[in-house]
């Protein structure tokens, strides 16, 4: 029963444009939702949250927003560096008291020059 | 601040054979978590502290045992490996306020 799902495992974009990372889930209890991002042989890094009672978080290039209706969430990485190139883990807080993170598959991201 | 580590960064195991995954923060944060990454399936909870002493299961506790004596450090015993767990195994801490946890660079697992 996976509570949070992102169903592109793979994404290729031209630098400079838009980079869209999808994710949605089905715990309507989930407060906080996050994105880490990960490069090959290191752990993942924080990179934006919102909370659940807000439908939209930017941080520099790095938007990310929120649909609960839906139950779905989107990262927007704009304009694309070869940075940006990793995979993108979606991650929801389950338990406020205990910090539990319920991860996504995750999005392997490729920026091509 | 070194941040979080974790040793060793490599290891195989024969099936089973017992050892335990070192991990350490120094950023005096209460809570401590690993998790294990297997492709396809992204990063699964698999023990957790809120501070010394307290300790509580994940998603995927079976096989896996965790004490948290200091606060520094949260070691995960690998009681008698099983090829099942074969995978990355990722320690992670954060303040127990704060929703940003903090990675260590991971483990690398095979059971043979």
């Known amino acids: 029963d996976q509570q949070v799902k992102q169903n592109s495992p793979s994404l290729s974009v031209q630098e400079g444009r838009i980079s869209i990372l999808n994710c949605d889930y089905t715990?309507?209890?989930?407060?906080?939702f996050l994105w880490y991002k990960k490069y090959p042989a290191e752990g993942p890094t924080f990179l934006i949250s919102i909370s659940s009672i807000k439908d939209k978080n930017e941080d520099g290039r790095f938007t990310v927003f929120l649909n609960k209706s839906a139950k779905h969430l989107s990262l927007h990485i704009v304009p694309s560096q070869p940075g940006d190139s990793a995979v993108y883990f979606c991650a929801a807080r389950a338990n406020q008291g205990a910090q539990k993170l319920v991860f996504g598959q995750g999005t392997r991201l490729t920026i091509n020059p | 601040n070194a941040g979080v580590t974790q040793t060793p960064k490599f290891q195989v195991l024969k099936t089973g054979q017992s050892m335990t995954l070192q991990c350490a923060q120094d950023?005096?944060?209460?809570?401590m978590s690993w998790y294990r990454q297997d492709p396809g399936m992204g990063l699964r909870l698999i023990h957790y502290s809120v501070g010394a002493g307290i300790t509580d299961q994940g998603e995927v506790p079976n096989g896996y045992n965790v004490s948290r004596s200091t606060t520094e450090d949260f070691p995960l015993r690998l009681l008698s490996a099983a090829p099942s767990q074969t995978s990355v195994y990722f320690c992670?801490?954060?303040?127990?306020?704060?929703?940003?946890?903090?990675f260590g660079p991971g483990t690398r697992l095979t059971v043979l």
């Open positions: 992670a801490s954060s303040y127990s306020r704060s929703i940003e946890q903090f």
């Open positions: 950023m005096n944060h209460e809570y």
């Open positions: 715990n309507s209890m989930f407060d906080y």
